[in-house]
């Protein structure tokens, strides 16, 4: 399996037959190299979006038409995205999994806010939320954008996941502090991947912070844009 930060909250996760690009934001993304692009998007076979934020449905539109793919998240965003733009969807809601690959993808609750922008203000999008992707043996938290929130004690418990992929640059999500308390009494992580930050100065520009908060045992690995890490 091997996760691929793309910047910001833009990944791309190879596992079980299944490449899947987690909100894809490149254009205009401070943190992605613009000319490797197509290095990005190459092979993949779905996108997952957790919510209608510009900075997480930026490219989703364009790759999903480029690359003939289907785009899976919220039924509210995705439904309004397959009559208005053509697009393949697969629109499930909270508690709803779908099979991409031999992988399973469990939509899990987050709390933030979901819009789109338009001339007329912004829009509704759909609820916010996170993903449990299992497969290969493994567990990943894809929080998206949140807070901590009492709903993480039992998705610890009962998706058991060993990677968190967490937001956690402040401001608009929780911050480094928080992500680690949230990993300490809520999760049993192996792995923690931290996200949501060093895109602009508003948000944390390193993770000492979540570092030095987490358990024992817990490896934090600070991603490198279009670095592949390897679990």
């Known amino acids: 399996m091997h996760i691929t930060w793309l910047g910001h909250s833009s990944f791309r996760i190879e596992i079980a037959e299944a490449v899947l690009l987690i909100d894809p934001w490149l254009s205009g993304n401070p943190m992605f190299p613009a000319p490797r692009r197509a290095e990005a998007i190459d092979g993949a076979t779905h996108i997952l979006i957790t919510h209608g934020h510009g900075d997480h449905t930026g490219d989703a539109l364009a790759i999903a038409k480029e690359k003939n793919i289907p785009i899976a998240g919220t039924y509210d965003l995705i439904s309004w995205w397959a009559e208005c733009e053509g697009i393949t969807g697969i629109g499930f809601n909270k508690g709803g999994t779908i099979t991409v690959g031999s992988a399973a993808v469990t939509m899990v609750n987050a709390c933030h ?21 299992a ?10 954008d949140t807070d901590i929130m009492a709903d993480m004690d039992w998705m ?5 996941p060993d ?4 937001a956690c640059g ?3 999500t929780m911050d480094m502090a928080r992500a680690a308390y949230a990993a300490r009494k809520y999760f049993a992580f192996r792995t923690v991947i931290p996200c949501h930050y060093r895109t602009f100065p508003i948000l944390a520009q390193n993770a000492d912070a979540l570092r030095s908060g987490l358990p024992p045992g817990v490896s934090l690995i600070e991603p490198e844009v279009l670095v592949p890490i390897t679990l």
């Open 170 to 172: 402040g401001n608009f």
């Open 163 to 166: 990677i968190g992929i967490l």
């Open 156 to 160: 610890g418990e009962y998706h058991a």
């Open 113 to 133: 806010s979901s819009s789109l922008a338009s001339a007329a203000g912004p829009v509704y999008a759909g609820h916010e939320a996170g993903y449990m992707i």
């Open 135 to 144: 497969g290969e043996g493994h567990t990943i938290y894809v929080s998206g």
